[in-house]
């Protein structure tokens, strides 16, 4: 069976269960500001049929469906840390505020089957004061498999 490590905690899950961890961090609260400056790192696993592409376009429909005033400002093939990846720009309100995010995916070196996901959220009003911690940390993130 497999087991997850964390600094805080060790579990063990039946080996048919799927890793789909995110970890997220947050700025710290300020009363400027009406969305807290965040980041999250998750994984997926792309269906039998996908390739990365295929993901993207996936989780893209699922996000225009869902949220409301979706606006995709861009779509990107870019490297991400020496990997092929895609980079998504967009800005929606998903609950009153307009937030803008930006997306990175990539393929897990280990198994290609796995997309780790890197995302930076902001809201709109925020973003540029905030591009570059965001893209400091984007340039920090490096997987250890």
């Known amino acids: 069976m497999p087991k997850c ?3 805080d905690f060790t579990l063990t899950v039946p080996s048919d269960w ?3 961890s995110m970890i997220t961090w ?3 609260h300020s009363a400027a500001r009406k969305v807290a400056p965040n980041v999250l790192c998750s994984q ?3 269906k039998a049929d996908e390739d990365l592409d295929g993901f993207v376009n996936r989780q893209l429909k699922e996000l225009m469906t869902k949220v409301q005033d979706f ?3 861009s779509r990107q093939s870019v490297a991400f840390g020496g990997r092929p990846a895609v980079l998504l720009d967009f800005r929606m309100k998903p609950q009153g505020v307009m937030l803008q995010q930006r997306q990175v995916f990539f393929q897990s070196p280990a198994n290609p089957r796995v997309v780790r996901t890197v995302v930076v959220t902001a809201a709109r009003s925020d973003f540029p004061a905030l ?7 984007l340039q920090s993130v490096s997987w250890n498999s």
């Open 71 to 73: 606006d995709l400002v």
């Open 131 to 137: 591009e570059k911690t965001f893209e400091s940390i």
């Open 18 to 20: 799927a890793d789909r």
């Open 44 to 46: 997926d696993m792309m």
């Open 5 to 7: 490590v964390t600094e």
């Open 26 to 28: 947050v700025a710290p």
